[in-house]
């Protein structure tokens, strides 16, 4: 798995900066292990606009195929919402928004804005990226997920959890296993995402 996510992520940086307007930077770009919340930390250092997190899956159904997108669940939300209020280091809670001074009320009622809209954005990505690859490619029933994967609990990062398929599928694993067969995905990743800024933009320019 860690073969394949880490040659996407590399050919989905192309990909984004071969169309142009892009700046990508990975998590890691050697088999190294990066800790799930220090990921969020690189994110949110680099002034991100989203964050990309690339998985592979695998089941012991060898049957089961197709991508799926994961987003922030409502629970996961909460409960990630009220740790940040009760955080110590309320300076860095939400990018360039300094909460020290504010009274717990408020601080929550500020979290809880920045998170809905994090979590409105996040899902417009989910869609875009499922509908894009969806045209080419196999999804998994029901392919926008929600979960508590630490990986998407930036409160300010509209991110997005993508299992590419599964390995435990013949299909699946001989498609990622390759450069060739990863072309037609990465491709339609990029164009969901590509998407996703061009909606933004044009909601921005009115």
Known sequence: EKS?????????????????????????????????RDRIAIARKAGADVMVSI??????????????????????????????????????????????????????????????ETMNSSSRLASLVVDRVGRDGPLLVRPHRFAGFAVLKAPDVPSILVELGFISNKEDATSLASANGRRKLVRALARGIDAYFARVEMANSR
């Open 4 to 36: 394949i996510t880490l040659a996407t992520a590399r050919e989905l940086r192309r990909e984004l900066e071969a169309i142009g307007g892009y700046r990508v930077i990975l998590t890691r770009n050697r088999d190294i292990f990066i800790a799930l």
């Open 55 to 116: 998985h592979a899956n695998k089941l012991d159904n060898p049957s089961i195929r197709g991508l799926s997108v994961y987003t922030l669940s409502e629970n996961a939300s909460d409960a990630e919402a009220a740790a940040l209020a009760e955080s110590e280091n309320k300076a860095d809670v939400i990018s360039h928004l300094d909460l020290r001074g504010a009274t717990p009320e408020v601080t929550n009622i500020l979290i809880d804005l920045a998170q809905r």
